[in-house]
């Protein structure tokens, strides 16, 4: 595994942060999204921990706990970095490539769980990939499907 302990967890959309909905919220109301939380299929809670090595965690930040709502057009993230502001992207699933980290080539370079996801963010002019970290555990592996599932549903 890379330098974090990866976890992710499925949650109840009720059951999201009251901080994180507002942010959520301030950014749709900013993009003029509309309704884009209508038909949320899935929601998790991912969360990254920098592995301690010595007596340092070296480079990089200590916490990343990222919310992602996934509903049958968008995918939603709202990351929070070590306890700061809460940094919220969104694409719509008919404008992304998504691929499992596991089969990627950088792989076998740098071992990691996740997905990368490439396209247009909403807030940006030009395609571009993130990863979204998610545990090998029974969560992370069914939001990999869903979020395949989703994006190639919505591209029919």
């Known amino acids: 595994m890379g330098d974090y302990n990866r976890s992710t967890k499925e ?4 059951q999201i942060s009251p901080d994180v909905m507002q942010s959520i919220n301030k950014y749709i109301e900013l993009y003029n999204l509309g309704d884009i939380l209508a038909n949320v299929s899935l929601c998790i ?7 301690k090595k010595g007596l340092f965690s ?11 709502l996934l509903t049958h057009r968008w995918l939603i993230l709202a990351d929070r970095v070590d306890q700061n502001a ?5 694409i719509q699933l008919r404008d992304i490539v998504v ?5 990627s080539l950088f792989h076998s370079k740098i071992p990691d ?13 030009e395609k571009g990939t993130v ?3 998610l545990g090998k555990d029974a969560a992370g592996e ?9 994006t190639q549903n919505a591209k029919k």
């Open 11 to 14: 949650v109840p959309f009720e």
């Open 45 to 51: 809670v991912s969360t990254s921990e920098k592995i």
């Open 131 to 133: 990863f979204l970290p």
């Open 99 to 103: 691929e499992d980290y596991e089969k």
């Open 58 to 68: 070296g480079a990089g930040p200590k916490l990343l706990v990222e919310t992602v």
């Open 113 to 125: 769980t996740g997905m990368n996801v490439t396209g247009i963010f909403t807030d940006a002019s």
């Open 86 to 90: 809460i940094f919220i992207k969104s």
């Open 142 to 150: 069914k939001f990999k499907k869903m979020l395949i599932e989703a």
